[in-house]
């Protein structure tokens, strides 16, 4: 699972193996209260991944998940050429977004990876990656929501051998926020010239004339 190539970026994830699990028990008799932890198994290591500017994905293994304190084992490299979007998703799985667009799916097994080339669910998703890597994510059950170019909000699912759900349209208009001042549209731009690339996020004014430039942000 050692790739290479793509722009360098940054992020911090965890993805969890079976962290937190409650057994339930059923009450003993004549007993008013148990402590909660006769009740309560948790896994002793819940690992937390860090894809680096260099693209290195590091392992760090949590060992304070039942006290709760910041106990760390021996952190270790387990990947390169994690230079996109790198999401965390429900028992170990890690989603990415390469540079070049594919979307794949790795799973993390507590001692290493059970594809290490990982599984290809899609193409076409480079924006993602790049100028708006901000605007995909993925939730607890491993569905993954994105926002696209035109504010509209979608929803995808994978079983594992296809799509249940592609591209579901959940709503309209996330490209835009209102306040206080009025209704604001928020865009993503990428300009080059004879120095490189300029990346940066820009807040319109939407007004009865159109649109009025207000706030630029550059990003790294």
Known sequence: MFRSGGRRRAAVLTAAVGAGIIVPAQPAQ???????AAFATCVTDVPVFAARDNGELWLYPHQGTRSGKPTWGQARQ???GWNGRTMAGPSGQVYSVETGGALKRFAWNGTGWDNGTGSLLAQG???FATTARDLVTVDAVGDIYRVDADGTLRRFAHDGAKWTVDGQELAKGWDR???EYGTFQIRDSLFAGPGGFLHFESA???TPDGLRL???IPKG
Not at 30 to 36: E, L, Q
Request: no cysteine; glycine share 4%; aromatic share 18%.
């Open 214 to 216: 207000t706030t630029i």
């Open 78 to 80: 387990v990947g390169s």
């Open 177 to 179: 926020y209102t306040d």
């Open 204 to 206: 319109w004014q939407v």
């Open 125 to 127: 998703w480079e924006r």
């Open 30 to 36: 004549a007993v008013n209260w148990i402590p909660a």
